[in-house]
């Protein structure tokens, strides 16, 4: 059965905090992808990754960065945490081969920065 | 720039009554394009997928959806809902082959007994 994991379902940081979020997958997908989901926008893309240590950016990069050292591993990160960045953070993975597309998500982190 | 249009943010159906959600969306090349359902609590699941051949698509769940070029719509049907169908639907198109995708904002399914 395949699997999105997040380290975390809910967290709670200050304003200024470096915050790292994490997402494992268990599929060896080569894509793997952050979104923020916030009621009314839907899911919004962050940044797009289509291999280790390859990145893109996607709709809304400001503010965020990330890194995937390993392939099953991709972690986004709030340099400096500000309220609004309050929101749901959804990873997925998928694989280009097959032409199937399908993404695969996590159960999502809730973040919630006072 | 591609784009997703959900018109509908609620939808209120009475269990066993048919159900359908809107999506427009606005894409320059053929598009790829994709219903996914949320669940309280949960990740999006994939209900179902368009990219080309028959307009109407089957998927999980007993739901269909049926591709309109010359609407740029793609909604989403079910002809008897359950209550267990409560949710939140998500139409999305996809770009870059299709490896990313673009989101509407979304519409809540709730269902009355």
């Known amino acids: 059965d395949v699997k999105v994991t997040q380290s975390s379902r809910y967290l709670v940081k200050r304003t200024g905090e470096k915050v790292f979020l994490e997402c494992v997958q268990d599929m060896d997908h080569e894509n793997m992808f952050w979104y923020r989901q916030d009621p009314g926008l839907g899911l919004r893309l962050i940044y797009f990754s289509y291999d280790v240590k390859m990145k893109e950016k996607g709709d809304i990069p400001e503010g965020y960065s990330v890194s995937r050292e390993k392939k099953e591993r991709f972690s986004l990160i709030l340099e400096s945490a500000s309220t609004n960045q309050t929101s749901m953070y959804l990873c997925a993975s998928s694989s280009p081969t097959g032409a199937t597309y399908e993404q695969y998500f996590g159960p999502g982190t809730r973040l919630t920065v006072t | 720039a591609q784009s997703v249009t959900q018109p509908d943010i609620h939808i209120t159906v009475s269990e066993g009554a048919s159900l359908e959600l809107r999506c427009n969306y606005s894409?320059?090349?053929?598009?790829?394009l994709f219903w996914y359902v949320q669940s309280p609590g949960q990740g999006l699941q994939l209900l179902l997928k368009?990219?080309?051949?028959?307009?109407l698509v089957q998927g999980i769940k007993g739901f269909e959806a049926e591709f309109k070029r010359s609407q740029s719509s793609f909604n989403l049907r079910k002809p008897s809902v359950h209550w267990s169908d409560a949710a939140e639907y998500f139409c999305?198109?996809?770009?870059?082959?299709?490896?990313?995708?673009?989101f509407g904002g979304g519409t809540r399914l709730m269902v009355k007994p």
């Open positions: 894409y320059g090349a053929t598009p790829y």
């Open positions: 999305a198109v996809g770009r870059n082959a299709g490896n990313m995708l673009t």
């Open positions: 368009y990219f080309s051949g028959d307009t």
